[in-house]
């Protein structure tokens, strides 16, 4: 889905939200060590490699994304030389789910946690590049499924 037809006001409003957030701030771990910032000992981490052996991962973040209490686990992975993915790992208390995967952007990846609905579960906003191309796209895990609520300019950066 995209915004055409929704008032340039509200465009504009998540626009500032998004600016607000700290979208180009980078994790302080990753700059020094270059790594995604999540452990390779995290349960949700090796499960994710167990389920996609040999997959780079590029970026993770972690928040709890369908109310359980538990955090799940947001991956963004190489999935062939020009396309990435993404997929969030559940955490089910007794081990792990995967979602489905969905279209990654290809650099300059951000996830942001944001209540925007202020109701549960938590949405979470993806921005990257490819070349010159932006695009963002709020999701939210409905189901055990990761559902693409809305965005922009997706298609060209992914």
Known sequence: MTWRGRSPAIVFALILCLAAGGCGEKDERKQQT????????????????????????????MADLNNDGRDDLVVMYRAGKDKNMMRVMLDTGEGCLSTNEVPAPHSNQTILFRDIDKKPP?????????????????????????????????????
């Open 122 to 158: 938590m949405e979470f906003i993806v921005q990257g590049a490819r070349g010159a191309k932006i695009g963002y796209a709020i999701f939210r895990v409905e189901s055990d499924r990761l559902i693409d609520l809305f965005g922009e300019g997706m298609e060209d950066c992914c």
């Open 34 to 61: 270059g790594e995604t910032g999540i452990s390779k000992q995290n349960p949700l981490f090796r499960c994710f490699e167990n389920e996609n052996p040999g997959r780079e991962v590029v970026k993770c973040a």
